[in-house]
């Protein structure tokens, strides 16, 4: 390695994260990202891309990662448990979580629990605020969570282990190694986080005065992941996405007195890409095998427990043709066939095809135009029209004006489908007409970005009880989300000194439109904020995050509140410069010892450490 | 006919309340000369609801005012009372709440040997609560027939024993020495000798069994099988275990709720309330009233008493819901805003 790539490469460690249009992607050539059309089709909207730089600073659950960098909210189950989100003001089906371009949320509930996902198992997370169903298809309605695996082609063997050790046995063990030439690329990693998770709740006694702590909140979540890249000439190459993960996982008890229950869920996904570079003309085709599955076990100390289990294929033909230099066409046809059996919902089988085409239109450097538009075609639910539309205009060097309009759905699940008993199969998707305006500005260092949006939301599927006491879903709700995201992004380097600073806002309104009550579980606001600092071999940090309070009932009774709370982490780290690096790090998590829960009666822990070591060879 | 039903009625409610007046006229506590409801809540646990008999007075949330900082547990199933005490059955939560029932004061909790417990009846210090155990979704070799009666020591606390039911269990009731047990996955009326800890020949009345109550040495269960099948209130003399039943027509399918109170059988199905004479042999269709539920409310608590009618809407589950409470013509009285899943009215009195 050169003196310029370190220099480089100390740039990148420095910048919590970088904007989409900064991509540091860029810089490194031959680097063959794994979802285009993320960095194609989102001029007009907002990305935030953690590299893995601040993927290793962060917790090694994904919730963690997200919850200090980005806007969006999470709830969390206790430590390591269940985790879902509210993306500007949407339910947590409405946030896609996309893998190498693969739509992954579940075919059983809609959603993905974040503290299933490691973080370091990929090379980049990129979160898209907004609507994305015209290219992400269902659920992208609040916004669009992009798990990349980016394949290089350049000589390199190189190896990163990261060891973490810290408070209630919590255990990480993440290794990835890069091996690649011009022709072949691979990636294989492997990361096992677990803990015992029993923690003590800061001031809460049982009846008996006894100290209360985390029962039952033992996880463990594997992952093996391998990705191959072979180019066959310039114009051809071939990828491999493969990976496996299980996730064992006890859920922490409210009560001392509950029966203990666990719950083990897994997945395999594989996805087999072509990517054909021929000037003008472009081809990527694309077959996945995607299979999830789960296991509930109401009793732990019985081998007794329900199921549900999913297989797609997905087949997906893009091809993109340059009409003229300023303009690009897509057209996509897609195929998905998912075979569903649990013992909840029988044995089903549910096929989707759908077409879209996609228009990118640069008339100059300074103004960028997209257009998209999808429709599915499918025997279980009548498809809506879905379109995307948006520009982007670059005022001078300070300002970029973006501006998105955009329909968006989310499909019926499995489980609303055909859950016996009250499944409905009567239902329509839900659909959201969504409208945005993002300022950017850039002013040497800084990097302000404001985003105003507005999503109004249809037929919204809630499971209500009916009659006899069976509870059943249907498309009752309409719901009107508005609200403001500013984020903020700033370096500098005095010397040797480099700063760092990043901080994110979410102002957010989601008001059901017959009640005018705020969804509950949508916090009106959130902060998050990341200050660095490294000079030489030293690197440190400071980390904020404040989650305004949220309603846990539908009718806003503000004495069924979770209270506002504010944590903070801190870590510094040693570069003892052994091989290629060897950092000795150390973080103190919520730091100021707040008591605090995301959801009511599943206290988080109290102040906590973690010791890592990172290892690049 | 009817007036001078409600003449006679009115006066001996008169002399009733007048009588009970000499014997004790204060308070003993907060929570006397009242009704508490109960609010099943959701997963983040529920509530008791307390209100005046005259309804002046009203407390939303009993438990959390008098017992700060102390969880009740999810899913409220039951009440049930013996001397100063009340035990407050939380089925999620595998724990019985032990509080003063005038102050509402948390003295013990029952924390070990429940499995899903239901609901509790007392007979000589000792507590009776039916455990759904394990259930055949996840069970299905023994799930249905797991179910037990837990025997509780009201000195200790503690359960001392089981009573193996070798089927499903849910509503108990104490009549004349003899426990009887309903639950709608099974079509027998369980009996029980505590005694004894034994198991007696059931009565087959069909599936779907579940509010039931004893007048005359007649235990009145009401059915509310799923499908295209009838309703019905199953008598059962208990002397000889002879069956009779009131079939209900169509339009009554599907119902809810059945108490007995001086000497009429009330009923509901779908949002309204009905009353025949146990004497009837066929099912009143008038109502007396429909509660006025908002759209996708359902009665999930039903009581007769201090010549009231008391209806809980079990409402959406994520909101508080309402209470609502007519005299015996069905007038309306009052609706009181509760807790989530407001499930039952206990008597305080």
């Known amino acids: 390695m050169t003196l310029k790539k370190y220099f480089a490469f100390s740039l990148l460690l420095l910048c919590q994260f970088i904007w989409a249009q900064k991509d540091s992607i860029t810089s490194l050539k031959e680097v063959l990202v794994s979802d285009s059309n993320l960095k194609k089709y989102s001029a007009s909207q907002s990305v935030l891309k953690l590299n893995d730089s601040v993927i290793n600073k962060n917790e090694a659950l994904l919730t963690d990662l997200l919850n200090f960098n980005s806007t969006i909210y999470f ?16 339910t947590s089906s409405q946030t896609a979580v996309i893998w190498n371009g693969i739509n992954i949320n579940s075919q059983m509930n809609g959603s993905t629990d974040f503290n299933t996902i490691s973080g370091s198992d990929y090379n980049s997370i990129s979160v898209k605020a907004g609507g994305g169903s015209v290219i992400y298809g269902s659920g992208a309605v609040g916004g669009t969570v992009h798990l990349n695996n980016d394949l290089a082609f350049y000589n390199r063997f190189e190896n990163n282990l990261k060891l973490d050790y810290g408070s209630f046995n919590t255990i990480g063990i993440n290794y990835k190694t890069n091996i ?42 594997i992952t093996l992941s391998a990705n191959l890249g072979y180019k066959f000439d310039a114009k051809n190459s071939l990828k491999l996405y493969t990976q496996t993960s299980n996730t064992d996982r006890n859920t922490s008890l409210i009560t001392e007195t509950e029966t203990p229950s666990k719950y083990i869920n897994g997945f395999n996904r594989n996805l087999l890409e072509y990517d054909g570079d021929f000037g003008k003309f472009k081809a990527n085709f694309k077959t996945a095998y995607i299979f999830e599955n789960y296991q509930y076990y109401p009793d732990n100390s019985l081998n007794q427990y329900t199921y549900g289990k999913t297989e797609s294929l997905i087949t997906k033909a893009d091809v993109g043709y340059t009409i003229f230099k300023s303009t690009q066409v897509n057209g996509i046809l897609d195929y998905n066939r998912t075979k569903g059996y649990g013992s909840g919902f029988g044995d089903n089988t549910r096929e989707i095809s759908s077409a879209a085409l996609l228009v990118k239109q640069d008339f100059s450097k300074d103004w960028k135009n997209e257009f998209g538009i999808r429709k599915e075609f499918t025997d279980n639910y009548k498809s809506p029209v879905l379109f995307n539309l948006g520009s982007s205009y670059q005022f001078g060097k300070l300002y ?94 005095y010397g040797k000194n480099y700063f760092g600073a990043n901080a994110t806002y979410a102002y957010t309104v989601s008001e059901n439109t017959e009640t005018d009550k705020q969804l509950f579980f949508v916090p009106f606001n959130k902060v998050t904020t990341a200050v660095s600092y490294s000079r030489n071999r030293i690197s440190a940090y400071y980390q904020f995050l404040y989650n305004g309070f949220v309603y846990t009932q539908a009718d806003n009774d503000p004495n069924e509140i979770v209270d506002a709370y504010t944590v903070s982490n801190i870590g510094i780290d040693y570069d003892f410069k052994f091989l290629s690096s060897f950092k000795l790090g150390f973080q103190v998590l919520n730091l100021w010892n707040e008591n605090y829960e995301s959801l009511e009666n599943r206290p988080m822990p109290g102040r906590n450490f973690n010791l890592y070591i990172n290892l690049k060879f | 006919m009817k007036l001078t039903r409600l003449f006679l009625l009115a006066i001996s409610a008169s002399l009733f309340v007048s009588c009970s007046n000499d014997d004790d006229n204060d308070p003993k506590g907060v929570y006397d000369k009242g009704f508490f409801i109960l609010n099943e809540g959701n997963s983040g646990g529920g509530s008791v609801s307390f209100a005046s008999d005259d309804l002046a007075n009203f407390t939303a949330d009993v438990y959390k005012t008098a017992n700060a900082g102390d969880f009740a547990g999810v899913y409220l199933q039951n009440i049930f009372f013996d001397g100063d005490k009340a035990y407050i059955i939380a089925g999620g939560s595998n724990v019985i709440n032990v509080v003063n029932r005038y102050s509402f004061k948390l003295i013990a909790k029952v924390d070990s040997g429940l499995a899903n417990p239901r609901y509790g009846v007392i007979k000589d210090g000792k507590a009776y609560v039916t455990n759904a155990n394990t259930y055949s979704y996840s069970n299905p070799a023994t799930g249905d027939t797991d179910d037990y009666i837990a025997v509780i020591d009201l000195a200790t606390n503690k359960v001392e024993s089981k009573i193996e039911l070798k089927a499903t269990a849910n509503r108990i009731l104490l009549e004349n020495g003899k426990l009887y047990i309903t639950d709608s996955y099974n079509d027998k009326v369980l009996v029980v000798n505590p005694t004894t800890k034994a198991l007696e020949t059931p009565v087959t009345i069909g599936y779907s069994g579940d509010s039931m109550e004893v007048k005359d ?48 059988v009330y009923y509901t199905s779908n949002k309204s309330v009905y009353a025949i004479s146990p004497s009837a042999t066929e099912a009143s269709t008038t109502p007396i009233l429909t509660a006025s539920l908002p759209t996708g409310g359902s009665i999930y608590g039903f009581a007769v008493e201090n010549n009231k009618i008391y209806i809980a809407d079990g409402g959406d589950f994520s909101s508080n819901s309402k209470a609502y409470i007519y005299n015996l013509s069905g007038v309306s009285q009052k609706e009181l805003t509760v807790g989530v899943g407001p499930n039952g009215f206990y008597f305080n009195n």
Request: hydrophobic share 30%; net charge positive.
């Open chain 1, 75 to 90: 709830k969390e189950y206790g430590r390591g448990m269940l985790s879902t989100v509210a993306f500007r003001g949407t």
């Open chain 1, 180 to 221: 690649s030439n011009e022709k072949w690329s691979a990636q294989i990693g492997f990361s096992k986080n677990s803990s015992t998770n029993d923690y003590k709740y800061l001031n809460r006694y049982t009846w008996k005065g006894e100290q209360r702590w985390n029962q039952n909140g033992q996880y463990d979540v």
């Open chain 1, 400 to 493: 970029n004006l973006k501006l998105n309009l955009s329909r968006n759905f989310r499909i019926p699940t499995f489980n609303d489908l055909y859950w016996e008993e009250g499944g409905n199969p009567d239902l329509k998707p839900e659909s959201s007409y969504q409208a945005e305006i993002g300022n950017v500005f850039t002013f040497k260092n800084i990097s302000l970005t404001q985003t105003l949006y507005y999503i109004k939301i249809t037929d919204l599927l809630r499971w209500v009880p009916g009659s006899g006491g069976i509870w059943r879903p249907e498309n009752t709700d309409k719901v009107n989300s508005y609200g403001a995201e500013t984020l903020l992004s700033w370096k500098k380097q």
């Open chain 2, 217 to 264: 040495g007649i235990l009145y269960v009401l059915r509310a099988p799923y499908g295209d099948n009838r309703s019905e209130i199953v008598k059962v003399k208990l002397s000889d275990k002879s069956v009779t039943k009131i079939t209900f027509p169509k339009s009554l399918d599907r119902a809810g709720y059945l108490d007995i109170y001086n000497d009429k």
